[in-house]
């Protein structure tokens, strides 16, 4: 797989894993329980995020803010953030993971399942 793949989508688990905490921590502070410490998830966060080329953090963060979703997969040539299938000829060229792409349609980070 693409190192820069790998990376967004390392990045991409931690954000959801930061959202879910937060969204958790807002339920159990309602209910009077302490919010769990995040310190390290961030710490890890900001690694990944270090490592990731410049321009391509800047489109992960833009399209984090408009989708909430930056990287979806791809099955059977269908990208499963907009659901538009993909061309047929770039579909096969790219199903080794072993570049980094974007959706034509919605610009989302693919990776392909096997």
Same mark, same amino acid.
């Given at each position: 797989m $693409?190192?820069?793949?790998?990376?967004?989508? #390392?990045? $991409?688990d931690l954000d959801l894993m930061i959202a879910e905490i937060e969204e958790a921590g807002?339920?159990?502070a309602e209910l009077g329980f302490a919010a769990p410490d995040m310190v390290e998830l961030w710490?890890? @966060?900001?690694?990944?995020?270090?490592?990731?080329?410049? &321009? #391509?953090?800047?489109h992960y963060e833009k399209l984090?803010?408009?989708? *909430?979703? &930056?990287v979806v997969p791809?099955? @059977? *040539?269908?990208? $499963?953030?907009?659901? #538009?299938?993909? &061309?047929? *000829?770039?579909?096969?060229?790219?199903?080794?993971?072993?570049?980094?792409i974007n959706c034509e349609n919605c610009g989302r980070f693919l990776y392909w399942l096997t």
């Open positions: $693409h190192q820069r793949l790998e990376l967004l989508i #390392t990045l $991409h807002e339920q159990e710490a890890n @966060r900001e690694e990944v995020s270090a490592e990731i080329d410049q &321009p #391509t953090l800047r984090r803010e408009r989708y *909430g979703r &930056p791809v099955t @059977r *040539g269908i990208c $499963h953030g907009c659901f #538009t299938a993909l &061309p047929t *000829g770039r579909a096969a060229a790219h199903a080794g993971n072993e570049s980094l």
